[in-house]
């Protein structure tokens, strides 16, 4: 993305343009900026064998996903639609790494039968598979490190207290449990969370996959899951990749050494994918001139893109359509009934009703957290791919919204029954 004369442009498509053509609000993705992250990670990670496994959970649009294969990504997920999502996509099922978090164990074996491969989150879940499928059947096991790093508390998901994996306090347990039914253990996980500061937090969980990896004589990868930080507004930090693959990838070679063996070196990039890749473009309704704040209210809320709300999220805002304007201080809110902020106190281009807002860095849990809350359908989505803008899915209409209500009529009940 760039601004151009004035202009924003994605790939040299003019975003009003797309506005025009498609209504707002809008997600707009970049395809040229997902292509680009898989090959920063590509490069950061030389001299071991890497396998990227794009996170489908933030941003699951089918196209996506086909875009993801077509570089050669594989893909992690979480639930047993995000499998067939894959499947749809033309993702081998060998190249499917399902982790799911407290899931039922009806939902893992129809996920077995669809032939993708699992990470393990319990114990009780490790016992079921012996029990079921006794050593036919070869496992992950996701670990919980007990490392507490990453941004908001909602996102850490490696510290002692997460619900997520198997502590790697209970090594002996996890043990006895393989032994007893030879089940045959391929890899190790960790997953600690979003929005790591620095390398190392990631070497700190690679130390305690390392030590766990010598109980398992026939790993074949070991997964570091994610974590990767994404700049959100000019300064942030964000993950140094090619230190981290620098300090990894030089672990990562002792280990194999000492291992005896080559293995894979997994990761599972969500938001460091597809974070920058989007933007969400919205209608200005009306600017609202308060005692204390000049309030700009737009025709979008937490029902398109909850991270502000849920996680405190800071989204760089700018005025597309009137780039020359004069800055002044505005609150951007959505039009959903409950506090509904987007931006804060931003310094932004002259707003007047029917300008054209642009938030920035909404690729990543943008769409796929969306809601109908309110009773307002989602926006339709749009990427760009080489230099052309592909409608990847319809705006909803009110008939999406009412589809599989079923309605009672009391009143015509009440009458058959007198
Ligand atoms: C969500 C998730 C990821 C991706 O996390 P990001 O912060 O988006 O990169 C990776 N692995 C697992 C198991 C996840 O649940």
Same mark, same amino acid.
């Given at each position: ?20 053509? &498609? ?9 040229? #900026?997902?292509?680009? #992250? ?68 009806? /939902? ?11 990470? !393990? ?25 007990? @490392? ?16 997520? $994996? ?22 190790? +996980?960790? +997953? ?5 500061? %620095? ?37 942030? +930090? ?19 050494? %000492? ?12 938001? &460091? ?14 600017? #609202? ?8 209210? !737009?025709?979008? $809320? ?68 969306? *809601?109908?809350?309110? *009773? ?15 409608? @990847? ?6 008939? =999406? ?7 009672? =009529?009391?009143?015509? /009940? ?5």
């Amino acid at each position: 993305m760039q601004i151009n004369q004035n202009r924003y442009q994605i790939q040299g498509v003019d975003v009003l343009a797309m506005a025009e053509e &498609f209504g707002l609000p809008l997600y707009v993705y970049d395809a040229d #900026k997902i292509i680009e #992250k898989i090959g920063t990670l590509q490069a950061a990670f030389q001299g071991v064998t890497l396998k990227i496994k794009y996170a489908a959970k933030a941003l699951t649009n089918v196209s996506i996903l086909k875009l993801m294969r077509s570089r050669g990504i594989d893909i992690e997920v979480v639930s047993v639609n995000e499998i067939r999502m894959a499947l749809l996509a033309g993702f081998d099922s060998g190249q499917i790494m399902y982790t799911p978090s407290g899931v039922s164990f009806a /939902e893992i074996q129809e996920a077995l039968a669809l032939g993708v491969r699992l990470n !393990v989150d319990s114990l009780p879940l490790l016992e079921f598979m012996g029990q079921t499928y006794g050593s036919r059947k070869p496992v992950g096991i996701r670990i919980n490190p007990h @490392i507490a790093e990453g941004g908001n508390i909602k996102i850490q998901t490696g510290h002692a207290d997460s619900k997520f $994996g198997i502590s790697m306090e209970q090594r002996s347990e996890i043990r006895a449990i393989v032994e007893r039914y030879s089940i045959p253990v391929v890899g190790l +996980h960790i +997953h600690t969370g979003s929005d790591f500061k %620095n390398a190392d937090a990631f070497l700190k969980g690679a130390d305690v996959l390392f030590e766990l990896a010598s109980d398992y004589p026939d790993l074949e990868f070991l997964d570091f899951g994610s974590g990767f930080k994404v700049a959100y507004r000019e300064g942030d +930090h964000s993950t140094d990749v090619v230190e981290l693959g620098r300090k990894v990838t030089t672990a990562f070679r002792n280990f194999c050494r %000492n291992y005896g063996r080559e293995i894979e070196l997994c990761f599972e990039p969500g938001k &460091f994918l597809v974070s920058e890749s989007g933007v969400l473009l919205v209608n200005v309704n009306v600017v #609202k001139q308060n005692p204390n704040r000049t309030f700009v209210g !737009v025709d979008s $809320g937490l029902n398109h893109l909850i991270r502000p709300m849920m996680y405190d999220a800071y989204h760089e805002i700018v005025n597309v359509s009137n780039p020359a304007g004069e800055k002044q201080t505005y609150s951007v809110v959505g039009y959903i009934c409950e506090t509904d902020t987007l931006g804060w106190d931003r310094s932004l281009n002259e707003v007047r009703p029917g300008d054209v807002l642009a938030l920035k860095n909404a690729g990543a849990y943008g769409f796929s957290m969306s *809601s109908n809350y309110n *009773s307002r359908v989602r926006p339709a989505e749009v990427l760009v791919y080489e230099g052309k803008p592909y409608l @990847i899915r319809r705006r909803e209409t009110f008939e =999406d919204l009412v589809r599989n209500q079923i309605e009672v =009529d009391f009143e015509e /009940e009440i009458s058959i029954k007198k």
